[in-house]
């Protein structure tokens, strides 16, 4: 297999407005470190013909319409199919807004799409340049105590607050890539956890991007590092205040030492001798699927005129785009599978996936690695499992608002996404 590299910053100018949380009222103040968008070409040395495309960025997400947009790019200029490329959001919540579907979390501006636009045209196209032969590692391990479950579970009913009892998976995996001489090129790291640590007015790729600058300057020669976000719906990291009962707002120095501890545990296994093993990239194959969600009750119309006068501004919001473009009565979620190798499956989702998932997806390999991710190539919204529902919280209830969706789901929507995950990977 050959592979190569490309890179573009994306950073917006201060003062646009960071996606993410609803309390913010006014643009960026700043840059505390720079967004980027980083591209890994992927061809078959024997067929030029197969060839897939990873785009990995530092921002809230790849919806429906930027996702498309990208794929039609992508097929024009370079022959990739849509079930080939995976577009990998890091959704850090310190960048600007690139999902058209979310509302009242930072507004889009249509700027900021077309830097990104141009951004992954000009990675891709340094990566398919600069694509050689290359060999493959993958390797395990663990970055513990700086991600936490966010559902607190109380009377049965969930709030946000730190769970260490609660659901989360604090492994690392790590795929590298050698050319021929062993020169280190390339490095996709995943890992489960929001990039929420900040929620401040400061421009930033937040723990994900600390990681990836830190992997980059210690291995050196140019080797580029991507972030393959995980089904961190309801983990984030554990910034809390003393007595461990309530979430802080994090500051740029915890994000220094959570991203600088994934990074070592990345460093960590990717040697022989921390477990790192061949990969063999004796082949590159892709397929795709969608699962139309269906929704608990659909509203009526006369219920949306009645929300469009509340005086919840956010609810008056979601009324009235409701009104405004209609809405379907299911949600369709795109899942797609990318084997790199008869040995390794990258297994993604386009939403806000919750960890139960992912852990159920890491299961379906059975002679192969499975790499769950989330956040990749759409972000409808939260996808809660099927045990949250009767728990309600956020992710089961009130998200659905800045999302734009018209009711929350069914919880009949866990059982159709196990099928259909278990489906992809039994083809």
Known sequence: MKLGTGKARITPPVGVMLAGFAFRDRGSESVLDELELQAFWLEDDRDPGERACIVTADIIGFDATLTSLLRDDLRQRFGVEPDRLLFCASHTHSGPQTCANMIGVGALVESTLSVIREGVRTAVGKARRSAVPVTGRYGQSVCSGYAINRRLIEAGKAHSGPNPDGVHDDAVS?????????????????????????????????????????IEKTLGNGVVAGFLPGCFGDVRPDCTLVGHRQFRRGQPEDVAAFGSALADSVLACMQPAGGARELPLDQIDGSAAAVNLAYSSIP??????????SDIPIKRQWAEQLLGRGFSPTCPLNIQRLDMGSRLTLLAMGGEICCDYGLYARTLGANRFVIPLGYTNGLVGYIPSARMFPEGGYEVEDSTLYFGLPAMFSPNIDAGIREALRQLMSD
């Open 174 to 214: 790590v795929l590298s890539f050698a050319d021929a001489s062993g020169r280190l090129k390339a490095v996709l790291f995943h890992f489960t956890c929001h990039p929420t640590t900040l929620g401040n007015y400061l421009i930033s790729s937040d723990y994900p991007g600390y990681a990836r600058r830190q």
């Open 300 to 309: 009526s119309r006369t219920e949306l005129q009645r929300a469009s006068y």
